[in-house]
């Protein structure tokens, strides 16, 4: 009888902890096995969006909550696709709380809203020609990064990342292993760069190195140690992200090109493969997509011209 009543306290203790010690045993539990960029990912939400008005919820009070309120009062503010990235945090901590603490939230009923597809927005043939003479005169790595963006479709993330030893001159392949991006470090209350693994495990990946970029890499190859990244051409300086677009930025100010944001050159590079007649499956594994279909929802939309030529052969 003393057993079952000590259990039956320890039950009562453990469903009137808050929502903030659920989503910290939540974030121990997840540490080991995610990325230290993820994770810091998590805490920035948690404390930007989710736990301002969730952080005294107690446990017991999780399966009646209104989680759809919630996220509509959260919509006001936030995209579409910051919402769903939420949601997924919101979900995984309650799938959490049911499995550990034995509850019974009905997650299925919390709605994520659905997300306006963007058109892809590319540069014109003759801007594309502008921006690559610009950056073969000025040839310093900084412009050969942008060469390097519109010949491989690299993330500006992973091109910050790229060192000489991930460019195989011999074989004519660039890896992409990691990627580079500034976090928010919570407990020390500042940001910091992080250079961690890729987006997904299907962003490791082997690029090939066409014939037009290995003649403009050889001629610098030899200048710089396998160790040094790219961009900076130092072992110890990581040009990141943000600075990077900045230079880019002023490039396409330069080269009289409308402020275009740095993934158009990654947009630019899978049309321009579709173009020419690549298969999906391909382009999917050049672009590190996790799936065929997120390329194929992406880049497969053919133009009012191309799809007249088809009807023509009919």
């Known amino acids: 009888m003393k057993v079952l009543n000590k259990l039956k306290e320890i039950i009562k203790k453990e469903r009137n902890i808050s929502f903030k010690e659920l989503s910290d045993n939540w974030l121990k539990s997840k540490k080991i096995s995610i990325k230290e960029s993820t994770y810091y990912h998590y805490i920035y939400f948690l404390n930007k969006y989710i736990l301002p008005t969730m952080e005294n919820v107690k446990l017991k009070e999780l399966e009646d909550y209104n989680y759809n309120n919630f996220i509509i009062k959260l919509a006001e503010d936030l995209s579409a696709k910051t919402i769903r990235d939420l949601i997924c945090i919101l979900k995984s901590i309650l799938y959490y709380a049911n499995e550990e603490y034995k509850l019974n939230i009905n ?8 997300l306006v597809k963007n058109k892809v927005v590319i540069f014109s043939n003759r801007e594309k020609g502008r921006l690559e003479n610009y950056c073969i005169k000025e040839n310093s790595l900084k412009s050969i990064g942008i060469i390097i963006c519109l010949n491989t479709g690299l993330r500006v993330g992973e091109l910050c990342a790229l060192q000489w030893k991930n460019i195989d001159l011999d074989r004519r392949i660039l890896f992409v292993k990691h990627t580079v991006q500034r976090v928010y470090d919570d407990e020390k209350k500042k940001t910091r760069i992080v250079m961690d693994l890729p987006k997904t495990a299907s962003s490791i990946r082997e690029v090939p190195i066409s014939n037009k970029l290995f003649d403009i890499l050889k ?30 930025k002023q490039v396409l100010k330069k080269c009289k090109i409308k402020s275009y944001k740095m993934h ?10 579709i173009n020419v007649g690549m298969d999906i499956k391909s382009l999917s594994e050049i672009l590190g997509h996790s799936s065929v279909e997120v390329t194929l929802e992406k880049y497969v939309h053919p133009d009012l011209k191309t799809q007249k030529r088809y009807l023509e052969k009919l």
Do not use: Q, V, W
Request: charged share 40%; with cysteine; aromatic share 16%.
């Open 107 to 114: 997650i299925k009923k919390i709605k994520s809203p659905k």
């Open 264 to 273: 158009t050159l990654r947009h630019y590079f899978a049309t321009n493969c």
């Open 219 to 248: 001629l610098h190859k030899k200048k710089y140690k396998d160790e040094n990244f790219f961009l900076s051409g130092e072992s110890d300086k990581i040009i990141e992200p943000r600075n990077y677009e900045k230079y880019y």
